[in-house]
């Protein structure tokens, strides 16, 4: 079946303006997080949303970044006012049950690279 | 505080050659799972192999094999008969702490395949 999808694939920017970015989940996935990689390091937890619960917006870094997302289907990460240090792979993941220990793997999507001019 | 490491940036090896890619880690909760993720460089993170704190073996997935040493809290990725595609970037990662859904991954290692 199809994997995880992210629009768009690159997005350049100028600093201070708004950008969307779009995740389409694995179908059936009830799990969705989003990730940030900035260049030549690991991946940094952003947030996390699971069914009707209320999301786990820990790692959001400020409050310029917020997500949101409809049912079990599209997520939608929003940052404002955007800086150059903004400027990442922002990954999607999707996951088919947190809730059964079996089912644990994280699958991903191909990223949106983001720069911020 | 929960911590993955991962201290080889790069490693060079030669096609066919095994190869050992090194994580240790460090957690308070008595119950966890690790994961080995492959990142070529178009950009994808690829899942590789699985391995939970409790399991009894070692992970097995066809060239892939983990190398778990609970007491040592490492565990290390051991690619078999390597192949050039097998050039990219690998990230080990632990399930967050106290039910924590989030992945957390260690820096990454850059292997490169030598012909």
């Not at chain 1, 997005?11 to 779009?22: A, C, H, I, M, P």
């Not at chain 2, 909760?29 to 399991?55: A, N, R, T, V």
């Not at chain 2, 060239?63 to 080990?92: P, T, W």
């Amino acid at each position: 079946g199809a994997g995880v999808s992210q629009s768009p694939s690159n997005k350049v920017t100028e600093k201070g303006k708004d950008v969307e970015l779009r995740c389409d989940p694995i179908s059936g996935h009830t799990a969705l997080y989003w990730y940030r990689q900035r260049l030549g390091q690991g991946l940094e937890f952003l947030i996390y949303f699971q069914g009707n619960s209320a999301p786990d917006k820990s790692g959001l870094p400020s409050d310029r970044f917020s997500a949101e997302r409809t049912g079990e289907s599209v997520s939608t990460l929003t940052i404002q006012r955007t800086q150059q240090e903004d400027s990442a792979v922002y990954l999607c993941a999707s996951r088919l049950n947190p809730r059964d220990a079996s089912t644990d793997t994280q699958y991903f999507g191909p990223g949106t690279r983001l720069t911020v001019l | 505080a929960q911590k993955i490491t991962q201290t080889q940036p790069g490693m060079f090896v030669q096609e066919k050659e095994a190869v050992t890619l090194d994580c240790t880690y460090d957690t308070s909760d008595p119950s966890y799972g690790l994961f080995w993720y492959k990142q070529p460089s178009s950009g994808e993170m690829i899942f590789l192999i699985y391995q939970g704190s409790y399991d009894q073996q070692n992970a097995t997935e066809g060239r892939y094999s983990l190398n778990f040493q609970k007491a040592r809290k490492s565990a290390n990725l051991v690619i078999s008969a390597s192949q050039l595609g097998d050039s990219a970037m690998y990230f080990c990662a632990m399930r967050g702490e106290q039910g924590a859904q989030k992945l957390v991954f260690g820096q990454g290692t850059r292997l490169t395949i030598n012909p």
